[in-house]
Nanobody
Framework: EVQLQASGGGLVQAGGSLRLSCAAS????????LGWFRQAPGKEREGVSC????????YYADSVKGRFTISSDNAKNTVYLRMNSLKPEDTAVYYC???????????????????WGQGTLVTVSS
């Protein structure tokens, strides 16, 4: 059974940094699409960043390019999202996701991911 456990959220001031972690179990990162998504109140879930575990190919939403960095540690079965220069509009529940079909890592669209973690709340104060 695939399980994803996200952690690392919290309250931070604008301009600050956080690192989210997502520990996976039930599968290995041989060649998977891994991603971080977020959902703010009243808004649809959006793809923030995705990565293909086998070759490190990444996708970033325009809103986070240059500020966020996704990485995966295949030995630890963990995917990270380093978030710098945080803005109040980054406030959301962040979810990690995975799928064995690596197509999902290309465009980072939620319907392409079959396994989801429980979410971790990131709040950025102004």
């Amino acid at each position: 059974e695939v399980q994803l456990q996200a952690s690392g959220g919290g309250l931070v001031q604008a301009g600050g940094s956080l690192r989210l972690s997502c520990a996976a179990s039930g599968f290995t990162f041989d060649d998977y699409a891994l991603g971080w998504f977020r959902q703010a109140p009243g808004k649809e879930r959006e793809g923030v960043s995705c990565i293909r575990s086998s070759d490190g190919t990444t996708y970033y939403a325009d809103s986070v390019k240059g500020r966020f960095t996704i990485s995966s540690d295949n030995a630890k079965n963990t995917v990270y999202l380093r978030m710098n220069s945080l803005k109040p509009e980054d406030t959301a529940v962040y979810y990690c996701a995975a799928d064995s079909n690596t197509y999902g890592s290309r465009w980072c669209l939620a319907p392409d991911f079959g396994s989801w973690g429980q979410g971790t709340l990131v709040t950025v104060s102004s």
